[in-house]
């Protein structure tokens, strides 16, 4: 959810820099503010039992990140870390109250922002039950099709490495994956790049 930045302001929100890599909140830390990028990229993680990190969103300049917890007073389900030099906007959460009893229309944008992630999980979670490496790829790439982060010409923004972040697979399967995928003409590979037709 995107807050003009004066109205941020005019509540006490401040703006606070963040390294490339470094821990914005910890997975079970209190959720205390409410976060907006004004520049940067930001990613939410959590850890799967064998220690192997599970990308929950990736978030950028205008996104807000981490409501769900702040709103319901619960521990943040996942960490977040600054994946490139970041600017975010921090506000506490009684003032964020405030600012939405303030201005309901912010409150019901707040509300479509949490039904739109909801919606977003459960393509997620359906994506992970599917049984074949396959499946949770192509599952994968129709879901960032439909949420219009493929490129015009099909090209899958994410590295091999963050394909496996998303579906929970280990880098080699999917590589293996992309190959068997390319033979099918369900993608096709080129210069290491993937496009998703």
């Known amino acids: 959810m995107h807050i003009d930045i004066d109205t941020l302001l005019a509540y006490g929100a401040t703006p606070k820099e963040w390294r490339k890599g470094e821990l914005i909140f910890s997975q079970g830390n209190e959720a205390r503010y409410f976060h907006q990028i004004d520049a940067g990229m930001v990613k939410m993680t959590s850890l799967t039992n064998d220690a192997k990190e599970f990308i929950q969103g990736v978030f950028t300049d205008g996104n807000s990140f981490g409501e769900p917890a702040l709103m319901l007073s619960k521990p943040y389900p996942a960490s977040a870390y600054a994946v490139s030099d970041s600017v975010i906007y921090r506000l506490n959460k009684e003032k964020f109250i ?36 396959e499946e949770k790829l192509i599952g994968f790439f129709d879901k960032i099709k439909s ?11 994410y590295t091999r490495q963050q394909l496996a972040d998303y579906t929970g697979l280990r880098v080699e399967t999917v590589i293996r994956t992309l190959s068997k995928l390319a ?9 290491h790049k993937v496009f998703y037709k």
Do not use: M, W
Request: proline share 5%; net charge positive; glycine share 2%.
């Open 147 to 157: 949420e219009c982060k493929l490129k015009e010409s099909g090209l899958v923004p």
């Open 183 to 191: 033979e099918r003409k369900i993608v096709v590979i080129q210069d």
């Open 98 to 133: 405030l600012l939405l009893d303030d201005h309901p229309a912010l409150f019901k944008k707040l509300f479509n922002i949490f039904c739109e992630r909801l919606y977003c999980k459960t393509l997620t979670a359906n994506i992970l039950v599917n049984n074949s490496p």
